[in-house]
C-alpha cells in the first residue's frame, strides 16, 4: 500500500517537479518586502554584543566532543558519503545518521550541534535539499548517492551527488567540477594542494585567502572544463562552500573568537592525510578536529548574505550566470535583464541592498511548483526566507526565464 501511493505520488508529481514556480513567487509577492538595508538586518539579527568587535567566545558551549557517542567510526558498507565534507564529519561523528540519510530535524540539530549554523540557514538548506534532492515524503535526504529503496525512501532519490547545478556546483574549493572530472563528490587532490599551498605558514587561511581561491577556481573551470556552469543556485552555493570552509572549518577561542583555520584543520575536514610532501586522500574519511570549538554565534541567512553580497561585490565574474558552450573558454553569460524580465540588470544588481534579494529570490525561483506533498515544504521554506526579504526594499521578481540556459550544454547535462 505504501508503495502504491509513493509510486503516485511519484507520478503526480514528475510533471511538475522541473517547472518553475510562479505560484511560490507569487505567494512570496503578496506577502511584500519593506524598506531598511541589509545592514539593518545584520544589526537586527546580531545586536551589538553580538557583532565582530565583540564575537563572544565560551568554550563550554563551543567545544564540539569527538568522543563517546560522537567518536570518528569511518563510513562501512552502504554508508553514503558525498560532496560536502562538512555533512560527510557530522555522518562520521554521529551526529547524523551514520549511513548518511537524515532527516530535516536531524540536519538542523545536527549543523547546530557542529557548526553553530543559525536555524534559519539550517532550515532553508535542509528544506531546499529535501524539496530537489531528497524526499518529500520522509522528509529527509542523502549526503551522498542514491540511497538503497526504504532507506529514507522508496522512490530514488538523487541525494546531494545527483544534485548537479541544483545544490552542488562548479568551481568548488576541492571537489572537482562534475564534467570535467566524472565526478563532483571527491577531492581532487591537486586542488586541496593548492588551497594547502596559499598559506606556506599553513596557519591561517584567512577570508581573504578563501575569496582569492574561488576567484582562481572559478578562471581554472572556465580554462579547463568546456561543459562549466554558474547556475542561479550557485549564486548562493557558490560563495557558501568558500565561507563555510572558513567559518565552519575554523577553530574558535578567547585569543580567536572570529576564527583561526590551520592547515590540519583543513587536512582533517578534507579527509587528507600524511605528510606535507606525500598527501593522501581517503574517500568520506571526513574529520572533526580534536579539542575543537565551533563558531561563537549562530551564523545564519542575514550573516551569510552579508558575506556573500560583499565577496561578489568584490568579484562580479562571480555573479555572471552562464556556461561554456561546449569548449573551453567559451563562457557566455546569459543576460540579467533577459533572464529577469527586466526587472535586474547587471547594473541595478549592484545597487542597494538588489544583490541580497536577487540570491534568496533566485533559490526561490527554481523550487518545484507547490503540488502535493510538496506545498507544506515550500511554505516553510517561504517562510524563512520571506521575514528576511521584508527587511530589504526588494524590486518585485516574478518569474526567471530559466529556459534561456537550455542553449548550454553543460546546464542540461552532455549527450542531453
Ligand atoms: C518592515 O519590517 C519591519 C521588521 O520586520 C516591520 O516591523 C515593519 O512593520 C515593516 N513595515 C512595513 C511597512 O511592512
Ligand atoms: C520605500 O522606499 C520608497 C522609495 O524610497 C518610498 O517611496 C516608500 O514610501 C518606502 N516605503 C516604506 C513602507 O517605507
Ligand atoms: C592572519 O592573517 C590576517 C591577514 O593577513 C592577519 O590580519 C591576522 O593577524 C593573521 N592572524 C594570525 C593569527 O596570524
Ligand atoms: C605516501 O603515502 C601513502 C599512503 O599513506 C603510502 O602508501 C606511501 O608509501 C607514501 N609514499 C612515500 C613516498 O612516503
Ligand atoms: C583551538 O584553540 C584552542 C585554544 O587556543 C586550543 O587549545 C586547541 O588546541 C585548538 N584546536 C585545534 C584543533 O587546533
Ligand atoms: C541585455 O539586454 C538588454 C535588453 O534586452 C540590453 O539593453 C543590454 O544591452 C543587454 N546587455 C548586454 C551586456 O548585452
Given at each position: 500500500?505504501?508503495?502504491?501511493?509513493?509510486?503516485?505520488?511519484?507520478?503526480?508529481?514528475?510533471?511538475?517537479v522541473n517547472a518553475l514556480c510562479p505560484?511560490a513567487m507569487?505567494?512570496l509577492?503578496?506577502?511584500?518586502?519593506?524598506?531598511?538595508?541589509?545592514?539593518?538586518?545584520?544589526?537586527?539579527?546580531?545586536?551589538?554584543?553580538?557583532?565582530?568587535?565583540?564575537?563572544?567566545?565560551?568554550?563550554?558551549?563551543?567545544?564540539?566532543?569527538?568522543?563517546?557517542?560522537?567518536?570518528?567510526?569511518?563510513?562501512?558498507?552502504?554508508?553514503?558519503?558525498?560532496?560536502?565534507?562538512?555533512?560527510?564529519?557530522?555522518?562520521?561523528?554521529?551526529?547524523?545518521?551514520?549511513?548518511?540519510?537524515?532527516?530535516?530535524?536531524?540536519?538542523?540539530?545536527?549543523?547546530?550541534?557542529?557548526?553553530?549554523?543559525?536555524?534559519?540557514?539550517?532550515?532553508f538548506l535542509?528544506l531546499y535539499g529535501?524539496l530537489m534532492d531528497?524526499?518529500?515524503?520522509?522528509?529527509?535526504?542523502?549526503?551522498?548517492?542514491?540511497?538503497?529503496?526504504?532507506?529514507?525512501?522508496?522512490?530514488?532519490?538523487n541525494?546531494?551527488?545527483?544534485s548537479h547545478n541544483n545544490y552542488e556546483g562548479d568551481a568548488s574549493?576541492?571537489?572537482?567540477d562534475l564534467?570535467?572530472?566524472?565526478?563532483?563528490?571527491?577531492?581532487?587532490?591537486?586542488?586541496?594542494?593548492?588551497?594547502?599551498?596559499?598559506?606556506?605558514?599553513?596557519?591561517?587561511?584567512?577570508?581573504?585567502?578563501?575569496?582569492?581561491?574561488?576567484?582562481?577556481?572559478f578562471?581554472?573551470s572556465?580554462?579547463?572544463?568546456?561543459y562549466f556552469c554558474n547556475v542561479p543556485f550557485g549564486v548562493v552555493a557558490g560563495p557558501a562552500t568558500?565561507?563555510?570552509?572558513?567559518?565552519?572549518?575554523?577553530?574558535?577561542?578567547?585569543?580567536?573568537?572570529?576564527?583561526?583555520?590551520?592547515?590540519?584543520?583543513?587536512?582533517?575536514?578534507?579527509?587528507?592525510?600524511?605528510?606535507?610532501?606525500?598527501?593522501?586522500?581517503?574517500?568520506?574519511?571526513?574529520?572533526?578536529?580534536?579539542?575543537?570549538?565551533?563558531?561563537?554565534?549562530?551564523?545564519?541567512i542575514?550573516?551569510f548574505e552579508?558575506?556573500a553580497v560583499?565577496m561578489n561585490?568584490?568579484?562580479p565574474q562571480f555573479l555572471s550566470l552562464g556556461c561554456n558552450?561546449?569548449?573551453?573558454?567559451?563562457f557566455t553569460a546569459i543576460n540579467v535583464t533577459d533572464l529577469t524580465s527586466g526587472v535586474y540588470s547587471a547594473?541595478?544588481l549592484?545597487?542597494?541592498?538588489n544583490l541580497a534579494c536577487f540570491i534568496l529570490q533566485l533559490v526561490v525561483m527554481v523550487l518545484p511548483t507547490?503540488?502535493?506533498?510538496?506545498?507544506?515544504?515550500i511554505?516553510?521554506l517561504l517562510?524563512?526566507v520571506?521575514?528576511?526579504l521584508?527587511?530589504?526594499?526588494c524590486p518585485q521578481l516574478l518569474e526567471i526565464n530559466e529556459s534561456v540556459l537550455e542553449q548550454f550544454?553543460g546546464w542540461l547535462g552532455?549527450?542531453?
Amino acid at each position: 500500500m505504501r508503495i502504491l501511493l509513493e509510486l503516485m505520488f511519484f507520478l503526480f508529481l514528475f510533471g511538475y517537479v522541473n517547472a518553475l514556480c510562479p505560484m511560490a513567487m507569487k505567494m512570496l509577492a503578496a506577502r511584500g518586502p519593506n524598506n531598511s538595508s541589509l545592514s539593518d538586518a545584520y544589526a537586527n539579527a546580531h545586536p551589538p554584543d553580538k557583532r565582530a568587535a565583540t564575537i563572544p567566545f565560551d568554550p563550554a558551549t563551543q567545544y564540539v566532543s569527538t568522543t563517546g557517542d560522537y567518536e570518528f567510526v569511518p563510513p562501512g558498507e552502504g554508508d553514503l558519503r558525498g560532496p560536502c565534507p562538512g555533512l560527510n564529519a557530522m555522518a562520521n561523528h554521529g551526529y547524523i545518521p551514520h549511513n548518511g540519510v537524515a532527516t530535516i530535524q536531524q540536519f538542523i540539530t545536527g549543523t547546530y550541534q557542529v557548526f553553530g549554523m543559525g536555524f534559519d540557514l539550517a532550515l532553508f538548506l535542509s528544506l531546499y535539499g529535501t524539496l530537489m534532492d531528497g524526499s518529500a515524503i520522509t522528509g529527509s535526504f542523502s549526503i551522498g548517492g542514491t540511497p538503497p529503496l526504504g532507506v529514507g525512501s522508496i522512490i530514488p532519490q538523487n541525494g546531494l551527488t545527483g544534485s548537479h547545478n541544483n545544490y552542488e556546483g562548479d568551481a568548488s574549493p576541492t571537489r572537482g567540477d562534475l564534467y570535467q572530472y566524472g565526478d563532483n563528490y571527491r577531492v581532487q587532490l591537486s586542488q586541496f594542494q593548492q588551497l594547502y599551498d596559499l598559506d606556506p605558514t599553513r596557519s591561517n587561511y584567512t577570508l581573504p585567502l578563501l575569496t582569492d581561491f574561488r576567484r582562481t577556481r572559478f578562471s581554472q573551470s572556465i580554462a579547463n572544463n568546456r561543459y562549466f556552469c554558474n547556475v542561479p543556485f550557485g549564486v548562493v552555493a557558490g560563495p557558501a562552500t568558500y565561507l563555510f570552509t572558513f567559518h565552519f572549518m575554523a577553530n574558535h577561542s578567547a585569543e580567536y573568537p572570529q576564527g583561526l583555520l590551520d592547515g590540519e584543520m583543513l587536512k582533517s575536514f578534507f579527509s587528507i592525510t600524511g605528510p606535507d610532501e606525500n598527501l593522501t586522500y581517503i574517500e568520506g574519511n571526513e574529520r572533526i578536529p580534536k579539542n575543537w570549538y565551533k563558531i561563537g554565534y549562530e551564523y545564519g541567512i542575514v550573516d551569510f548574505e552579508v558575506d556573500a553580497v560583499s565577496m561578489n561585490l568584490a568579484n562580479p565574474q562571480f555573479l555572471s550566470l552562464g556556461c561554456n558552450t561546449g569548449t573551453v573558454n567559451t563562457f557566455t553569460a546569459i543576460n540579467v535583464t533577459d533572464l529577469t524580465s527586466g526587472v535586474y540588470s547587471a547594473q541595478t544588481l549592484l545597487e542597494g541592498n538588489n544583490l541580497a534579494c536577487f540570491i534568496l529570490q533566485l533559490v526561490v525561483m527554481v523550487l518545484p511548483t507547490p503540488v502535493g506533498v510538496l506545498a507544506g515544504f515550500i511554505s516553510q521554506l517561504l517562510d524563512t526566507v520571506n521575514p528576511i526579504l521584508k527587511q530589504f526594499t526588494c524590486p518585485q521578481l516574478l518569474e526567471i526565464n530559466e529556459s534561456v540556459l537550455e542553449q548550454f550544454p553543460g546546464w542540461l547535462g552532455p549527450g542531453a
